[in-house]
């Protein structure tokens, strides 16, 4: 089974700084990896996929990068509908596994 | 528009069983295959079980194998996850997930039945 680490479990941040959240993988996933958000109460939304294709309806201030086994999503600039929790979730092989999260919170 | 709609959710004794329902629309539901996510409270997210878009193929994860069961009937737009054998750890939000063609991440989510497991 590959393991999801992501790191840091929370993020303070100011409202218009910059995020940078990161999730590494036990072994190589290739661009086999999705990054979710989710709010309090609701759903998981996707957010990329391929580790950097924008799903549809996703703004331009997130980004995703990486490859084999270290990945990286970046907010360039935090809106207050931003903070939330943050997933990635590798697709390379059975089983699928999730990271562990990233909170995103206002500092 | 894509809509996931979970039901069957419930509270059941340890060692009981459940079965949860997905009605699905908004899209060609044979094509795709189907996925069930789960959540306990105040964790993350957690891969439960998987079906191609003809149901030939399932797979589970390792924590489910031998008690859940994944099946659709495509020719009502459904999916299902039978639950037997439940244990306090299975308590959780059940999502009823979409994945795209070729492809086993997951790009439209339901909003969950909760499924509690407790004497």
């Known amino acids: 089974e590959i393991v999801m680490t992501q790191s840091p479990a929370t993020l303070s941040v100011s409202p218009g700084e910059r995020a940078t959240l990161s999730c590494r993988a036990s072994?190589?996933?290739?661009?086999?990896l999705a990054w979710y958000q989710q709010k309090r109460g609701q759903a998981p939304r996707l957010l990329f996929y391929g580790a950097s294709t924008r799903a549809t309806g996703i703004p331009a201030r997130f980004s995703g990068s990486g490859s084999g086994t270290e990945f990286t999503l970046t907010i360039s600039s935090l809106q207050s509908e931003d903070f939330a929790l943050y997933y990635c979730q590798h697709y390379h092989n059975w089983p699928l596994t999730f990271g562990g999260g990233t909170k995103v919170e206002i500092k | 528009e894509v809509q996931l709609l979970e039901s069957g959710g419930d509270l059941v004794q340890p060692g009981g069983s459940l079965r949860l329902s997905c009605a699905a629309s908004g899209f060609t539901f044979s094509s795709y295959a189907m996925n069930w996510v789960r959540q306990a409270p105040g964790k993350g997210l957690q891969w439960v079980s998987t079906?191609?878009?003809?149901?030939?193929?399932?797979y589970f994860a390792d924590s489910v194998k031998g008690r859940f069961t994944i099946s659709r009937d495509n020719s009502k737009n459904t999916l299902f996850l039978q639950m037997n054998s439940l244990r306090a750890e299975d308590t959780a939000v059940y999502y009823c997930?979409?994945?795209?063609?070729?492809?086993?991440?997951?790009?439209?989510w339901g909003q969950g039945t909760l499924v509690t497991v407790s004497s």
């Open positions: 079906i191609s878009s003809s149901g030939a193929a399932t």
């Open positions: 997930v979409k994945s795209p063609s070729a492809s086993q991440y997951f790009d439209y």
């Open positions: 072994q190589s996933v290739s661009s086999n």
